[in-house]
C-alpha cells in the first residue's frame, strides 16, 4: 500500500508545478494577452476591443522605459516618467474548478497597485517590490470570461533615488489549490551541520479552509542534485476546519554535499499532504547544506573556512528593458561578475525578483537580503542632475507605518528558503545626516566629538535621531520571527551619528558606507560588534581596508552594474560606476576589479594618451577632462583597451593584472621593462610612444616565468558587424535570445572607436526587447529598431513568440559594412 502511495504522488506531482512561486497549489504562469492604458480611466466602463487607447503587451511589463527620455522629468528617476496605467486581461476559469481554491498571486508591480476581478477591489497595495496573492475564489464566474484589472499609481514619478520602472513588471501566477492545502511560503527549511551529520529542520503550515476537518497525512522527501531520495518523512494530523497548524519534522542526512561558492550544491525538498489516499496539495523547494559564522575579530567563515566577501551592490534594472525580469539576462549577468571574482550580492535596496535568488543559489553567490532605503521620512531625490539644485520629497514614507512591518515579514517569509542568502538588511542609509534625522553630535560641540560642525551641522528641527534605534528594534524582531538563522543588518552612512543611538545595537552585524575610516576606532571602541563594508568605492585602497584588517569581512562595490536614474546633469541615462555596463559588457574597472578578486591568472590591458592630439584625440579629450589623466596622476583603473593614436604620441599604457611581475611587448619588441605588481596602486604601467602595430602585456611569476598573456592591436575602419559567440541560437518558447555584437575591421580587429547605427531586421515569430550598447549620454530613441554601438559594441535583446520547431532569422545591418545574420531556433 505504501509503494502504491508513494507511486501516486510521484505520478501526480510530475504533472503539477512543482516549483509553485506562492509555495502552494498549482501555479499557471499568465504573462500573454494582457491590455495597457496609460492613463486614468473608468472601470465601470466596458473596453471597446477596437479602442486604441489600450494595446495588447506581454508581461513582464514597465511602461517608463517605454517612454521617451526628457530633462523636465527627474534625474533621480532616469529623466523617464511615471504616471497612471491599467492593466486588464480576461482570463476564463472552467466549471471544473469550482470547489477549489483560487489565487492571483503578483511577483511585483510597482507601485501602489490596485487590482480587481469583474469590478471587485481585492485589495492594494502600495510597496512596489514586494509579492503578493489575493483569494480571487469569491468573485470568480466559472465557464466564462473574468476579467482582471490592475491599476498602478505611479504618479508620484520622483518617489526614489533611483530608477524603479513602472507598472507589471514581474510575473503574474494563477494558482489553483484544494481547500486544504499549504499556506503561501508555508514550507521553511533551515539547515544544520554538524560535522559529517546534516539536519534539515522543517516547518510546515496548513490551513483547513473546508467546512469539515481533515485527517492528514503529510510526506517529506529531500532529494539530491541526482532526483535520489536521501532522506524522507511521514507525518499525520488532523485538521480542524477552519484552522491553521504547523507541523515540524527533522530529515537526517549523512554526509551531505555542502553549498558553496566553488561547489554549489543543491538539494530539493519536496512536501506531499495526502488526504484518504489521494494528493491534494504539494510544493517542491530548493534548499542545501551549509554553515557560517561571524566573528568580531575573525570576519566571515563560510563552512568552517575563513574568507572575505567580495560583493557588489545591485538595482534591479537592466538598461533598455528597465525593470522588466528576464531570468536568462540575469544569468548572463551574474555569471559575468562571477567571473569577474564577485561572490556576493546585495539587494540595492529592496527586495528582488525571486528568480534572482534562484540563480544566486545556481550560481554560488551569497545574498544580502534588503528590504528599505527609507522608512518614516523622506529622503531627498535629486530632480535636476545627482547632488545638483532643490530636491524633492516624493517616496515610500507615507506607507511605511501602515504597511513596512509587513512588507518587511513577506519578504523574509518569501526569501528565507534561498540557501544563498546569509544577512538580512533592514534598512540602507536611514540615518544619513540631515537627510532627514539630526542628532546634537553633528554641531561638533559635544567634548570628544567632532571639533567642527559636519553635514551641514545639528538641524533642531530635524527628526531626532534616536527614533532609528526604536523602529530598528521592531523591524529586527520581525525578522527574527520569521528567520533566526541569519543575522540581522543595515548600511550605516552616518555612523558617527548612528553610534550616538541604539540603532546599531539593534543590529547584529553593522555595515558601513564609505566609512573606511572608522574601521580600526570603531573596532576598539565596539569590540562585539562585527563590521563590513556595505557600500564601498572601487578604489584601491578601500579594498587595502578590507584585505589589511583581519575584523573587517569584506565590501560592498557600489554599484556591481551601472543602472538607470540618480543621473547627472542632462543629458544622462543614469549612475556608470558598475563594473559592468547597461549591456552587461566588462567595463575596464571590471578587469581591474578581477584581478583584486580573482583566483584565476589574469591579465588585461589598456591605455590612454597623457596629451591630447592625434587620431584619438576628439574621442578622447572628453575622457581626459573627466578624469583627469596627466602624467602625474596615478594610473586610471579606466582604461579602455584601444591602441589608435598619432605615431609617436606619449602613451600611458595599464594592466590590470594578478601576477607579481609583468612586461610589454610592442609588435615582438620589449618596449616595457618587467616590473613588480605594485602594491600602492594594484596597477603596472608604462609610458611609451605610440607605434602602430600589437601590443601585448606578459604576466609573470617572481621568477619572470610567463603566466598569462593579453594583447591589443591597432585597428582600421570597421568593416563588418561580428556576432560574438555562437550564430545560431536556441531558445525556448518566450525564451530571450541575447546577441551580443562587435564592430570589427577587415582583419576582425575589434574598433572600439566606432559607433555605427544598427539597424535590426527580424523575420519570424519574435520580437524585439531592446537594443543597448551601454553608452550613458545617448538618451536617443530607444523603442526603434535603430541604435548607435558604443565601444563598438551592442547587445540585442529578441523575445522568441512562435512555437516550437519555429525559426527565427535576425539580420543587423549598417551603412557600408557587412551585415550580421542569426538564426534563432525554438525549441
Not at 34 to 52: C, I, N, P, Q, Y
Not at 457 to 470: E, I, T
Not at 728 to 752: K, M
Amino acid at each position: 500500500m505504501k509503494k502504491n502511495i508513494l507511486a501516486l504522488v510521484l505520478t501526480l506531482l510530475t504533472s503539477a508545478d512543482l516549483f509553485a512561486q506562492a509555495g502552494f497549489g498549482a501555479s499557471e504562469k499568465i504573462n500573454t494577452d494582457w491590455r495597457f492604458h496609460l492613463g486614468e480611466t473608468d472601470l465601470k466602463k466596458e473596453v471597446e476591443a477596437s479602442d486604441k487607447s489600450w494595446r495588447r503587451v506581454q508581461l513582464p511589463h514597465d511602461w517608463s522605459v517605454k517612454q521617451a527620455y526628457s530633462s523636465s522629468y527627474a534625474s533621480a528617476t532616469g529623466y523617464l516618467p511615471g504616471g497612471i496605467g491599467w492593466y486588464q486581461k480576461k482570463l476564463v476559469i472552467p466549471k471544473d474548478d469550482q470547489g477549489k481554491k483560487l489565487f492571483l498571486y503578483f511577483e511585483g508591480v510597482y507601485n501602489r497597485s490596485e487590482v480587481f476581478l469583474n469590478g471587485k477591489s481585492l485589495g492594494k497595495r502600495p510597496n512596489g517590490y514586494i509579492s503578493f496573492s489575493y483569494d480571487i475564489t469569491p468573485y470568480v464566474e466559472y465557464g466564462r470570461d473574468n476579467l482582471i484589472s490592475v491599476r498602478v499609481d505611479h504618479s508620484q514619478d520622483a518617489d526614489s533615488r533611483w530608477y524603479t520602472g513602472s507598472g507589471i513588471y514581474r510575473d503574474v501566477w494563477l494558482i489553483r489549490a484544494n481547500p486544504i492545502h499549504l499556506e503561501q511560503w508555508g514550507v521553511y527549511a533551515v539547515p544544520e551541520v554538524k560535522g559529517k551529520k546534516g539536519a534539515l529542520k522543517v516547518q510546515t503550515s496548513l490551513k483547513n479552509e473546508s467546512t469539515s476537518s481533515a485527517p492528514l497525512s503529510i510526506l517529506h522527501e529531500l532529494l539530491d542534485n541526482a532526483g535520489r531520495v536521501v532522506a524522507k518523512k511521514t507525518s499525520r494530523m488532523t485538521l480542524a476546519a477552519g484552522s491553521s497548524q504547523e507541523l515540524k519534522v527533522d530529515l537526517n542526512v549523512n554526509n551531505p554535499k555542502l553549498w558553496s561558492l566553488e561547489k554549489p550544491s543543491l538539494y530539493q525538498l519536496r512536501t506531499s499532504v495526502m488526504q484518504g489516499g489521494q494528493l491534494i496539495d504539494s510544493n517542491t523547494i530548493v534548499t542545501g547544506f551549509r554553515t557560517f559564522t561571524f566573528d568580531a575579530n575573525k570576519g566571515f567563515a563560510l563552512n568552517g573556512v575563513q574568507m572575505k566577501v567580495k560583493g557588489v551592490c545591485l538595482h534591479h534594472d537592466v538598461g533598455v528593458l528597465g525593470a522588466e525580469v528576464y531570468p536568462e539576462v540575469w544569468r548572463r549577468r551574474l555569471s559575468t561578475l562571477k567571473s569577474l571574482g564577485v561572490n556576493a550580492v546585495r539587494t540595492s535596496h529592496n527586495p528582488q525578483a525571486p528568480s534572482l535568488y534562484e540563480l544566486c543559489d545556481e550560481l554560488g553567490l551569497l545574498v544580502m537580503n534588503e528590504a528599505f532605503d527609507e522608512w518614516e521620512f523622506p529622503k531627498r531625490k535629486w530632480l535636476q542632475g545627482w547632488n545638483v539644485g532643490t530636491p524633492g520629497f516624493q517616496g515610500a514614507f507615507d506607507f511605511f507605518k501602515e504597511w513596512g512591518e509587513r512588507d518587511l515579514a513577506d519578504m523574509v517569509k518569501r526569501d528565507r528558503n534561498h540557501i544563498s542568502i546569509f544577512a538580512w538588511s533592514i534598512g540602507n542609509e536611514v540615518d544619513y545626516p540631515n537627510d532627514p534625522y539630526s542628532h546634537p553630535i553633528l554641531a561638533g560641540a559635544r567634548e570628544g566629538g567632532f571639533t567642527q560642525p559636519i553635514f551641514g551641522g545639528y538641524k533642531k528641527d530635524a527628526p531626532d535621531a534616536m527614533q532609528l534605534g526604536d523602529i530598528a528594534k521592531k523591524l529586527a524582531a520581525v525578522v527574527r520571527k520569521y528567520d533566526s538563522s541569519r543575522p540581522v543588518t543595515a548600511g550605516l552612512a552616518g555612523v558617527a551619528m548612528s553610534n550616538e543611538t541604539a540603532y546599531p545595537g539593534q543590529l547584529d552585524i553593522a555595515g558601513y558606507n564609505y566609512t573606511e575610516s572608522r574601521y580600526i576606532d570603531d573596532h576598539k571602541r565596539y569590540p562585539k560588534r562585527v563590521i563590513y563594508g556595505s557600500e564601498n568605492r572601487h578604489d584601491f585602497s578601500a579594498w587595502k581596508a578590507v584585505v589589511d584588517h583581519e575584523h573587517i569581512f569584506g565590501q560592498f562595490l557600489w554599484t556591481g552594474i551601472d543602472y538607470l536614474g540618480e543621473s547627472g546633469r542632462w543629458p544622462s541615462r543614469g549612475f556608470y560606476s558598475g563594473l559592468l555596463d547597461f549591456a552587461g559588457f566588462i567595463k575596464p574597472r571590471g578587469y581591474f576589479r578581477q584581478s583584486l578578486w580573482s583566483d584565476k591568472p589574469m591579465a588585461y590591458l589598456g591605455s590612454y594618451p597623457l596629451r591630447g592630439g592625434g587620431a584619438a584625440s576628439d574621442v578622447w579629450s572628453a575622457l581626459e577632462a573627466e578624469q583627469g589623466q596627466q602624467e602625474n596622476r596615478a594610473p586610471s583603473m579606466d582604461a579602455w583597451p584601444i591602441w589608435n593614436y598619432q605615431d609617436g604620441q606619449l602613451i600611458r599604457v595599464v594592466t590590470y593584472t594578478n601576477t607579481a611581475k609583468a612586461r610589454l611587448e610592442l609588435n615582438g619588441q620589449v618596449v616595457g621593462r618587467s616590473k613588480d605588481y605594485d602594491q600602492k596602486t594594484g596597477i603596472i604601467y608604462w609610458d611609451i610612444p605610440y607605434a602602430v602595430g600589437k601590443l601585448e602585456v606578459v604576466g609573470m611569476d617572481s621568477k619572470e616565468n610567463e603566466i598569462v598573456r593579453a594583447q591589443l592591436q591597432s585597428s582600421s575602419r570597421p568593416e563588418r558587424i561580428k556576432v560574438l559567440h555562437n550564430e545560431q541560437l536556441t531558445v525556448p518558447i518566450n525564451g530571450i535570445a541575447q546577441i551580443e555584437l562587435q564592430l570589427v575591421d577587415e582583419n576582425g580587429i575589434p574598433v572600439l572607436l566606432a559607433d555605427d547605427e544598427i539597424t535590426c531586421d527580424i523575420a519570424g515569430n519574435a520580437r524585439l526587447l531592446g537594443m543597448e550598447a551601454g553608452d550613458n549620454s545617448d538618451i536617443g530613441n530607444y523603442t526603434d529598431n535603430k541604435q548607435r554601438a558604443y565601444h563598438g559594441k551592442m547587445i540585442i535583446y529578441v523575445q522568441a513568440t512562435g512555437k516550437v520547431t519555429d525559426e527565427v532569422t535576425v539580420r543587423c545591418r549598417a551603412p557600408w559594412l557587412t551585415p550580421a545574420m542569426i538564426t534563432i531556433k525554438i525549441k
